[in-house]
């Protein structure tokens, strides 16, 4: 079930995940170019200018904080969104084994009429010197909706700017034909 998509005028990216994987670091290490030790717990939301962006496209992106918001607020913000990153923390295999067993899953329940496209994104990588990509080619395998991955580091900024840059490929030039996922084989 192919289906023509209308270019965009714009992206709407969303951060989910476990507490204290990093989602906020992320967004203001992009934004500011530099660590920060103490970030709020959630980020306003910050539109990135079109010429600023390697897409061309203005770009949305908004952080998620269970201090904050309810389940509906976050189900809210999941049916808004354009593609979501699941966050996990390569330290943390838990927030790894979450973003399969509750955040991905809880992104399908809420987007139900159509496939939204997801980054899945390993923070910290400065605290360990280990991979864990073998341990997401499986999700990958059973989570379609996952367009690319990467493992980067709101700290030494490593891979920030490229880990929204796959964020807005994803929308804007999807790999996968859009499914539901019903009629999914
Ligand atoms: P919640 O608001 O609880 O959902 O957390 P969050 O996912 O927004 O995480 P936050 O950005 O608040 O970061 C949590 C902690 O991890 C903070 O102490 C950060 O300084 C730290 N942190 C975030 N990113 C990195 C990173 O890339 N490397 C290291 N070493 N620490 C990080």
């Known amino acids: 079930v192919h289906r023509q998509i209308a270019p965009r005028r714009n992206v ?40 600023v962006t390697p897409e061309q496209v203005p770009t949305h992106i908004v952080d998620y904080s269970a201090a904050e918001q309810t389940d509906d607020q976050l189900s809210e913000e999941i049916q808004k969104a354009h593609v979501i990153c699941v966050v996990y923390s390569v330290e943390d295999e838990d ?48 989570f379609s909706e996952i367009e690319s991955c990467i493992e980067c580091s709101a700290k030494t900024l490593q891979n920030i700017s490229e ?8 929308v804007l030039h999807p790999t996968t034909p859009l499914y539901n996922y019903d009629t999914q084989e």
């Not at 476990?18 to 306003?44: C, F, H, M, N, Q």
């Open 163 to 170: 880990m929204f840059y796959y964020a807005q490929k994803a």
């Open 95 to 142: 927030t790894l084994d979450r973003a399969a067993t509750y955040w991905l899953p809880l992104i399908r329940k809420c987007s139900t009429n159509n496939r939204c496209p997801v980054v899945l994104v390993g923070n910290k990588i400065d605290l360990v010197d280990y991979s864990t990509i073998e341990a997401v080619y499986p999700i990958m395998k059973e």
């Open 12 to 51: 709407r990216i969303l951060l989910v995940g476990e507490r204290d994987v990093g989602k906020t670091s992320l967004i203001l290490s992009l934004v500011s170019e530099e660590y920060a030790e103490d970030v709020p717990s959630k980020a306003e939301e910050i539109t990135i200018p079109a010429d």
